[in-house]
């Protein structure tokens, strides 16, 4: 689970994002929309640990963020919106780095990368160099990775970018069951179709603030769009 409180973050006189509240209990599949520059990302990174708040506190499964970095971010599986990988290793070499990052047991390494990479159809490029996979096949080795360590809370920014159709399927139902086994999942996303698609609830972040939570149905009843989709709602609110 997640809980932010006030959380903030500036860059000089800038406020990228401010007293922010937030709650997300175990096996809920969160989504976190807002215009470009209003902060997703900004969270996600302080969420990970990547960058520390100006303000406030991070708990990551009741782990203070800041106390205790290594212990929280072991509860993370992290896929950001650009992701680094080591094209001279093969798919599975670069499993086994983030395993051995985690410091998961390495016995049974090779049956858990196995099963991943069979999740997300890759098994037949296990052997090949990662600079020959596609943008799509990349950003389903990051979530291959992510999972290695079974990890209680994901955290993603982005996660369609470059994925075909049955990719796109593939990550729907992953999301739906991994909440369903109790992960916690907090996503940042400009496709509001995925969002109305999973999400138990949904925040909505403008100009470093967190304007609005609730579920689809309450985010619609609040701007009088019943009848209409999450864009619509969307855009209501954030004007």
């Given at each position: ?14 406020t ?44 990551i ?25 080591y094209?001279k ?41 990662i ?109």
């Open positions: 689970m997640i809980e932010l409180k006030n959380l903030s973050r500036k860059y000089g006189d800038f990228a994002v401010e007293n922010l509240n937030l709650f997300v209990p175990r096996g809920e599949i969160f989504g976190f929309i807002g215009p470009n520059g209003a902060g997703k990302t900004t969270t996600i990174k302080m969420m990970g640990g990547i960058i520390s708040p100006t303000s406030g506190s991070i708990h499964c009741d782990i203070n963020m800041e106390e205790k970095p290594e212990k929280a971010k072991m509860k993370i599986g992290f896929i950001p919106d650009r992701p680094y990988l094209e290793l093969t798919g599975m070499e670069f499993l086994k780095f983030i395993n051995d990052l985690y410091s998961v047991d390495g016995n049974s390494f090779y049956k858990n990368a196995e099963e991943k990479l069979a999740m997300f159809s890759l098994s037949d490029w296990a052997g090949e160099l600079e020959s996979y596609s943008h799509g096949m990349k950003q389903r080795l990051i979530f291959a990775a992510a999972l290695l360590h079974n990890p209680e809370l994901i955290i993603v920014d982005e996660p369609l970018v470059g994925l075909d159709p049955e990719g796109i399927k593939m990550v729907k139902d992953l999301f739906i069951n991994l909440a369903k086994q109790g992960v916690s999942i907090f996503m940042s996303t400009h496709t509001l179709k995925i969002a109305e698609d999973v999400c138990h609830r949904v925040g909505i972040i403008n100009k470093g603030n967190l304007i609005a939570v609730g579920t689809i149905d309450e985010l619609k009843q609040k701007t009088n769009t019943e009848k209409a989709d999450l864009e619509e709602a969307f855009l209501t609110i954030t004007r």
